[in-house]
C-alpha cells in the first residue's frame, strides 16, 4: 500500500528525494512518518507530518531534512541535504494508526552515503 522510492548512492554532503506513493489508501487522515534502520540498529524516526502539516523532526536531523505531503498525488517525501555517512539505512515509510484506521509500511528503500 506505501511504495517508497528514491534511494540510492550519494556523495557526503549530497542531496536525495525519497518519495512515498499510497495506493489502496488515501494518505489524508493519517499522521505519515519516515523512519530508518541501519545495519545493527533499531528503527528509528526521522520526520513526521501531522494532518494539519505541522512536522516534528529527530534530534539528529539538524534541519537537514524536510517532510512534506501532498494529498492530492496521495505521497508523501522527505527531502534529505547534507547526507553524512551515518545516514546511511533502509528507509522506510509509514502511515500511522489513526481511529479505527489500520496502518501501514512501505517495503523500505536504501540510502548509502559514501564517498
Known amino acids: 500500500q506505501l511504495v517508497e522510492s528514491g534511494g540510492g548512492l550519494v556523495q557526503p554532503g549530497g542531496s536525495l528525494t525519497l518519495s512515498c506513493a499510497a495506493s489502496g489508501l488515501i494518505i489524508g487522515p493519517y499522521p505519515m512518518e519516515w523512519h530508518r534502520q541501519a545495519p545493527g540498529k533499531q528503527r528509528e524516526l526521522v520526520a513526521r507530518i501531522g494532518r494539519y502539516r505541522n512536522t516534528v523532526y529527530a534530534t539528529f536531523v539538524e534541519g537537514r531534512f524536510t517532510i512534506t505531503r501532498d494529498n492530492g498525488k496521495n505521497t508523501v517525501d522527505l527531502r534529505m541535504t547534507s547526507l553524512r555517512p551515518e545516514d546511511t539505512a533502509v528507509y522506510y515509510c509509514?502511515?500511522?494508526?489513526?481511529?479505527?484506521?489500520?496502518?501501514?509500511w512501505g517495503q523500505g528503500t536504501q540510502v548509502t552515503v559514501s564517498s
Open positions: 509509514h502511515a500511522e494508526p489513526v481511529n479505527s484506521l489500520p496502518g501501514a
